[in-house]
């Protein structure tokens, strides 16, 4: 099976999986956690390590992580790397709603390459600037 799993300091990875949900649906293959406030990293990890225990050395992961080298991206790696599966993982750091989204949709449709390149493409593209125009009329009321 191939995994999504996301991670993040704080409740942003458990907040961006429930909007992911949203807009797929309930999934098993979905997952997260994240180092919340006053917790340990060896914390944390036990939590990811509980979170990936029914993962086997067939199954892929995508890892998207708040902030790269973070302590939950290197955590998460370093218990998917006792695991066996780090050549199984593609890891992908600093996730948003669109990256996370076509990581869920198309993880099950693409090639490893060809994910990679979207997930990178739908990250950049879902961060623009929206720029209003001034209405001056409004000065007039």
């Given at each position: 099976?191939?995994?999504?799993?996301?991670?993040?300091?704080?409740?942003?990875?458990?907040?961006?999986?429930?909007?992911?949900?949203?807009?797929?649906?309930?999934?098993?293959d979905?997952?997260?956690?994240?180092l919340?406030?006053?917790?340990?990293?060896?914390?944390?990890?036990?939590?990811?390590?509980?979170?990936?225990?029914?993962?086997?050395?067939?199954?892929?992961?995508?890892?998207?992580?708040?902030?790269?080298?973070?302590?939950?991206?290197?955590?998460?790696?370093?218990?998917?790397?006792e695991?066996?599966?780090?050549?199984?993982?593609?890891?992908?750091?600093?996730?948003?709603?669109?990256?996370?989204?076509?990581?869920?949709?198309?993880?099950?449709?693409?090639?490893?390459?060809?994910?990679?390149?979207?997930?990178?493409?739908?990250?950049?593209?879902?961060?623009?600037?929206?720029?209003?125009?001034?209405?001056?009329?409004?000065?007039?009321?």
């Open positions: 099976m191939k995994y999504v799993v996301m991670v993040s300091h704080g409740e942003f990875a458990p907040g961006l999986h429930s909007a992911v949900k949203m807009m797929t649906g309930d999934r098993d979905v997952l997260s956690t994240s919340k406030d006053g917790m340990s990293a060896d914390q944390f990890a036990e939590n990811f390590r509980e979170l990936v225990s029914g993962f086997t050395s067939d199954d892929e992961v995508v890892l998207l992580a708040d902030i790269l080298s973070g302590s939950p991206f290197t955590n998460a790696l370093s218990v998917l790397d695991k066996g599966l780090l050549a199984n993982t593609l890891v992908i750091a600093g996730m948003n709603m669109p990256c996370a989204i076509s990581a869920v949709l198309m993880k099950d449709n693409m090639d490893r390459d060809a994910l990679k390149e979207t997930l990178l493409s739908e990250g950049r593209a879902g961060l623009c600037e929206f720029v209003t125009e001034s209405n001056d009329d409004d000065d007039d009321l």
